[in-house]
């Protein structure tokens, strides 16, 4: 967004607001090509693919725009792998990664021919065999290796430590490689991590990575023949002053130092990254409120629309639309409508005056912002736009209230079961 304009992508969110209402996620699509463009790049020479993270931001327009260039998908849902089919993405670029897939979901996945399972349990080769066996065809997949690193992240969003329910030790998939033959309709040749999510150092990758390469080298001194190396996703972003995220250049060259010598294909899983900056939520001042102890300004945005900063404390900067020249500094509390304390977007936060009816941007909210809101207090989905070129296209219409409450049933009609 550039601040002092209040336009996205020659874009006026002032003009966009009135138009299609608050609270609004507004996302650029240069920005987001810019940025697998960029990974892309940084990823040229070697033979490796990219498997954005739907759960990020799985909005159809946007799978639609990563898969145009180039990018397959990471899955972790059978709802995700319907949004990823339906945005064309091409199944074999597909990869299914998740701790708990269910029966009907693998045997979707299978229908759809996916190009690769992420498998997390002996359970889950058990119950891929099965349903493989009995469509009559093969699975390809990789173990997810928990390294037992810590990501020096959030703790609710770190997943390669030992006590993290992800991945498996490297003894265990040893013995499901040494033991493959057990699984006929499984082709296990590929390994897998991911050690959690918003990474401002490499630090934890690259030891991942080493533990994952010696592991590749000891199995194929063993005979058995990796394909397939998925270093998962986790790159994190910058959210605030003082932060500064890898970029895609480094981020290769550890890949690269890592894994010189692999002769397979390499997967990478990225979601936020490629989104998360090119997103904003674009929220109303519904009004200030000297509260006993605190400045309280409330917007018509709240924690069911962004939940990352009630969930992890997240800072996300935010902007009033307009500018602050001229404005008398505040310490305000930033707050949602919903009727809980928790719907906080910022504490003591230093900002210009706002009035009701200002427009203020909540930004870097492109990932993880409207694929995890919610209906919570009946307040409709927000609607989401992406911009380009001094235009907009509405690519999730404001949910209605009879779109909410469609599913709902009086109980007039008593079942036994
Ligand atoms: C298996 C897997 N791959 C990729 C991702 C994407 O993570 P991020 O959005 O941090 O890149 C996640 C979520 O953390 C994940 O669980
Ligand atoms: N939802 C988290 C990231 C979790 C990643 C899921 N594997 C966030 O907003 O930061």
Redesign the pocket.
Known sequence: MDATTGTVDGVALVALAAREGTPLYVYSAPAIRGRVRALRDALAGLDAGI?Y?V??NGNGAILQLLAAEGAGA?I?SGGELQRALRAGIAAADIVF??VGKTDVEIDAALAAGIGRF?VESRAELDAIQRIAAARGCTAVASV?INPDVDALTHAK?S?GKAENK?GVPTDEARAWFDGAAQWPNLRLDGL?M?I????LSLQPVREALQRMAAFWRELEAAGHAIASI?V?????VRYRDGEVAPDAAEYAAAIREALAGFGGRILV??????V?EAGLLLTRVVLEKQGRARRFLVLDAGMNDLLRPSLYEAWHDIVRVGGDVGRERVAYDVVGPVCETGDTFARQRDMPRCDAGDLVAILGAG??GASMASTYNSRPLAAEVLVEDGRYALIRKRQDFDAMIADERPANEWKSA
């Open positions: 498997r993270a759960k990020a990471d972790v990664s998740g992420n997810r969003i997943t992800f897998h991911h959690g999510s918003q990474l998925d998962g996703g986790g790159l994190g899983e990225p979601g936020r990254w490629l998360a990932a993880y």
